[in-house]
Nanobody
Framework: VQLQASGGGLVQAGDSLKLSCTPSGRTSRRDTRGWFRQAPGKEREFVAGIRWNRTGATYLDSVKGRFTISRDNAKNTIYLQMENLKPEDTAVYYC????????????????????WGQGTQVTVSS
């Protein structure tokens, strides 16, 4: 299963972007989906995650109040609305899915995510 992320681009600081992610194959209906990002020379980090029933939205501290994760199960798609973007948000953004449901405290744990995609580049200029 590959998750196709889209919506990235080059924007200025303060601008907004909305990322979308849809799997190419069959995934669990009760999976947790998440967004991660990786900047050059840095490790991949958790950004936001949401459970299958749209509860438990969890965020990286530095994006709280600016990013919103949502999920449309009818379309099998998750979104990441990013507001007030900052240069430090520049990274390749990846979406991922767990094999099945996870407890709230495990949403941000990268090892729980087994399905990944190619990512989409987000570049924020100052």
């Amino acid at each position: 299963v590959q998750l196709q992320a889209s919506g990235g681009g080059l924007v200025q600081a303060g601008d907004s972007l909305k990322l979308s992610c849809t799997p190419s194959g069959r995934t669990s209906r009760r999976d947790t989906r998440g967004w991660f990002r990786q900047a050059p020379g840095k490790e991949r980090e958790f950004v936001a995650g949401i459970r299958w029933n749209r509860t438990g939205a969890t965020y990286l501290d530095s994006v709280k109040g600016r990013f919103t994760i949502s999920r449309d199960n009818a379309k099998n798609t998750i979104y990441l609305q990013m507001e007030n973007l900052k240069p430090e948000d520049t990274a390749v953004y990846y979406c991922a899915a767990t094999r099945d449901g996870v407890i709230l405290s495990e949403i941000a744990t990268i090892r729980n995510y087994v399905h990944w995609g190619q990512g989409t580049q987000v570049t924020v200029s100052s």
